[in-house]
């Protein structure tokens, strides 16, 4: 069974420029959810999407979106990057129907995002 | 809001001795579920094991075991016979609405 996948696995962009991150689930999984990872932040949740919806969305600006396809692949963008953008970006997939949880949440490898 | 405290930075144990790795939370919710997941270099988060927080009895997983006191908020996570490959960055997670996370323990194995 396929894991999560993201791609790219490392992004360099200059200030201001924007960027999309992809994330494809576990087959089978309709949820996606989105985390940056920082040395100074450590990891904080972004949102998450289940069935083409976003379910809960963390404390970020409106800079930082997502959604979410009819095959489950999710999508993050940000745009108008700035310094403070650069981090590790993970997503994590789920078959959660609610708050039970079936198999837990199974992350990817995660985007290097690096804004110069 | 839900906080999650990892007071240890860093942990260290010889190869084949045992380690606990401290957590607390804080929460208002009575239905919730925590975790615990090891990040190696590699960077993807691996779940090493889970609790659900009305299950009274403590989750166990081949080394792993946590000791989970509800009341004192509290969910310790035990490695026992530590193995070289059990060296990486541990996270205590919470997980409400949403996920919350500590700030990690990084454990190094010595041989």
């Known amino acids: 069974k396929a894991g999560v996948t993201q791609t790219p696995r490392y992004l360099i962009k200059t200030r201001g420029q924007q960027v999309t991150l992809s994330c494809s689930p576990i087959?089978?999984?309709?949820?996606v959810s989105w985390y940056q990872q920082t040395p100074g932040q450590g990891l904080q949740f972004l949102f998450e999407?289940?069935?083409?919806?976003?379910?809960n969305k963390g404390n970020f600006p409106g800079r930082f979106s997502g959604r979410q396809f009819s095959n489950s692949r999710s999508e993050m963008n940000v745009s108008t990057l700035e310094l403070g953008d650069s981090a590790l970006y993970l997503c994590?997939?789920?078959?959660?129907?609610?708050?039970?949880?079936?198999?837990?949440?199974?992350f990817g490898s995660g985007t290097r995002l690096t804004v110069v | 809001a839900q906080t999650v405290t990892q007071s240890q930075p860093e942990m260290s144990v010889q190869e084949a001795e045992t380690v606990t790795l401290s957590c607390t939370y804080d929460?208002?919710?009575?239905?919730?579920?925590l975790f615990w997941y090891k990040q190696p270099p590699s960077r993807q988060m691996i779940l090493v094991i889970r609790?659900?927080?009305?299950?009274?009895q403590n989750a166990t997983e081949n080394r792993f075991s946590v000791n989970f006191q509800k009341a004192a908020k509290s969910f310790s996570l035990k490695i026992s016979d530590s193995q070289l490959g059990d060296a990486a960055m541990y996270f205590c997670?919470?997980?409400?609405?949403?996920?919350?996370f500590g700030t990690g323990t990084s454990l190094t194995v010595i041989p």
């Open positions: 994590a997939s789920s078959s959660n129907t609610g708050r039970s949880i079936d198999y837990g949440y199974t």
């Open positions: 087959s089978g999984h309709r949820s």
């Open positions: 999407y289940f069935s083409e919806t976003q379910r």
């Open positions: 929460t208002s919710e009575s239905d919730y579920y």
């Open positions: 609790q659900e927080a009305y299950k009274q």
């Open positions: 997670a919470y997980l409400g609405n949403q996920f919350y």
